[in-house]
Each structure stands twice: as C-alpha cells, then as structure tokens.
C-alpha cells in the first residue's frame, strides 16, 4: 500500500483533534511532523513525528501532502507556497478570504497537476448524512422551504485575541458559514440570489458573531443562520416539502468524543445518540428516522485515493470558490440592505 508523507502546518487544537488522530489511523498517510512555533507538543503524542521550526523546512521536507490548518489570513500564502514547492495540499476551511485568492490556487495547482482539496468535514458529520438521505429519497416531495442552522451559546470573546479582530477572514460568517453554506449547495446547488444580515452581538469584538442569510432559488428559499447567543437551540436542520417535513437537531458526537482523547475507528465511530434521531413526518407516517454514521475517516479515505489513484478530490477548490462568491454576496447584501443577484 502506498503512503502518504503528511505534514500539518500547525499543531493547536485542529492539528491535535481534526487531523493527527485520523492520519494516525489511516494506514494509507504517515504523519511525519508539524510546524510548530513556539510550543513543542506533537512528540507528546506521536514520538516519531518531527516539530519543524519553520515553513521552509517542512517545504524542503519529503512530506507528499501538506495540511494548512492556521488562521485562515495565512491560508493563501501558505498553500500557494507549499503547491509551489510540489506538494498536495489540504486546507481548512474557509479556504481562502477571497473567491479570488481561491480561483489564484485552484489554477496553480491544476497548472502542476497537483490535488488540492478544502477540508469540509462537516459534509462527513451524522447529521447532514441523514438530511442527505431524506431528501435524495424523495419522500417529502418537492422541497419549498430549508432551514440549516449552527447555532451556540458562547457569549464571551475568544480567547484567542486574533479571532476578535477585524482582519481578513475573522468573523462567524468565515467560521461557521463555511460548513453550512457549503452544506446548503452541496443539498440545493447555486442559488438566484441572496439577501443577508449580518451582525456582531457581543460587546467589545470586532467581528460578526450573528449572521441570517437567505438563499433564493426559483422553486424554494433556504435559510442560513449561525449565532453564538442560543441557549435554546432550534433543529439544525428543517425540510418543509409538498408531501411533509424532515427535522433535525443537530447531533454529530465526533468533536466531542475528539476532545475526549477517544480514538477513531471504522466500527461505531460517530454513532449518535438515538435521542437526537430526526422526526419525518409524511402522510400518516409521523416518526422518527435513524440516524447514519457519521466518520470524518471517509474524507481522507477519498482524498487518498484521489493522490494514489488521481479520483477527484472529495471537496474541491471550485467547491469553495462557490461558497467564498456565497459569502461575498453576503456582506454586500448586509451593507447595502438590498437583494444581490448571482
């Protein structure tokens, strides 16, 4: 079996929960180090694994692929370095601060037939599988009305000061945004036009902290919406169609097993709770579904053979280009109050 040199840019709390454990599992990626700047920690946890001082030596380094998975403003420079340097590259959302930094990589790295792929885990999450399932079965009928929302209740600045500040790629929109507004193309594809609100709750940040966007498509209307001050949260996921409705509270455990130090597996990783199972309701039927595994292994399974046997790439550059003009749109509609057409 071919391997798969690996190297993470970073080794914080995406590095240490979203990555590591899974290319340490994956009997196709070897994980042969991470950039680490000030504090020295993946030899804690992977004795054969490399803290590399500097980019450039993890550039100089045999790693095939190369995850940048630091603050978003430095994902443009960094990616485009290290396809530059003839390595595949995995990066975070969001991708880039810009669709036009994004379409700037996307052509590098066709330029040097190199993969380039966006880490959208979420699109491996329990929950979003089962909404993909209700609706590609068709049983609601013709859908009219979406809902998708990542909501929290975090009403406190961020620790980390970087976060908080009004600098590209900083906000919710960027953060959270980018899971769900890539979820609403993945279920409806490009829309007509959006209209947005966006806006920042809590005192003393410089960021957006609440966002309410809607999608209009010619049949349907979806809306987006994320916040950090929902106590109460509400389904994560509504469908509302000609013949019923699909609900949906959010319910994906693998962040939190993560965060437990839990090990992943291919058995009964991301089996949620069946508390958290959707509700269907369709003619007489009114019960609840059971809910898939969810396994964020599936993402760098795909992303494996897409190195070794040039498949596509699970979630592609083009993928977040769409999501950035998404964004765009977004903020415009939000300063100027109108509709933005697409």
């Not at 045999?62 to 603050?71: G, M, S």
């Not at 880039?96 to 190199?114: F, G, M, V, Y």
Request: proline letters at 4%; aromatic letters at 10%; glycine letters at 6%.
């Amino acid at each position: 079996m071919q391997i798969i040199k690996t190297a993470l840019l970073a080794y914080g709390g995406s590095g240490k929960l979203f990555h590591a454990p899974f290319l340490n599992v994956h009997h196709g990626f070897q994980l042969i180090g991470a950039w680490e700047r000030s504090k020295k920690n993946i030899q804690n946890d992977y004795p054969d694994a490399k803290s590399f001082d500097t980019l450039e030596e993890v550039l100089a380094s045999d790693a095939e692929l190369i995850i940048v998975n630091t603050p978003i403003y430095t994902h443009f420079e960094y990616a485009k370095k290290a396809l530059e340097a003839g390595k595949n590259v995995l990066v975070e959302k969001a991708f880039t601060t810009t669709s036009e930094e994004a379409e700037i990589l996307d052509k590098i790295a066709k330029e040097k037939n190199l993969k380039l792929c966006v880490y959208q885990n979420r699109r491996w999450d329990s929950d979003f599988l089962t909404v993909q399932k209700v609706l590609k079965s068709g049983e609601l009928g013709e859908i009219l009305e979406a809902e998708i929302r990542f909501e929290r209740y975090n009403p406190n600045l961020s620790p980390k000061a970087w976060k908080e500040k009004k600098q590209p790629g900083s906000g919710i929109l960027m953060d959270l945004g980018a899971h769900i507004i890539d979820q609403a193309l993945v279920l409806f594809g490009w829309p007509e036009a959006v209209f947005a609100d966006i806006r920042s709750l809590r005192p003393n940040t410089e960021v957006n902290d609440f966002f309410d966007i809607l999608l209009y498509y010619p049949d349907n209307r979806v809306r987006l919406k994320a916040t950090f001050f929902a106590k109460e949260q509400l389904p994560g996921y509504v469908l509302q169609g000609r013949n019923g409705s699909f609900i949906k509270m959010r319910g994906d455990v693998q962040e939190d097993e993560l965060k437990l130090g839990k090990i992943p597996n291919r058995d009964t990783w991301g089996t949620e709770d069946s508390k958290n199972q959707g509700l269907i309701n369709v003619g007489d039927k009114r019960e609840k579904l059971e809910t898939l595994q969810g396994n964020y292994l599936h993402l760098f399974d795909a992303l494996y053979r897409s190195i070794v046997m040039d498949e596509p790439v699970p979630v592609s550059a083009s993928d977040a280009v769409k999501s950035l003009k998404i964004m765009e749109a977004a903020e415009e509609s939000s300063t100027k109050g109108i509709k933005i057409l697409l």
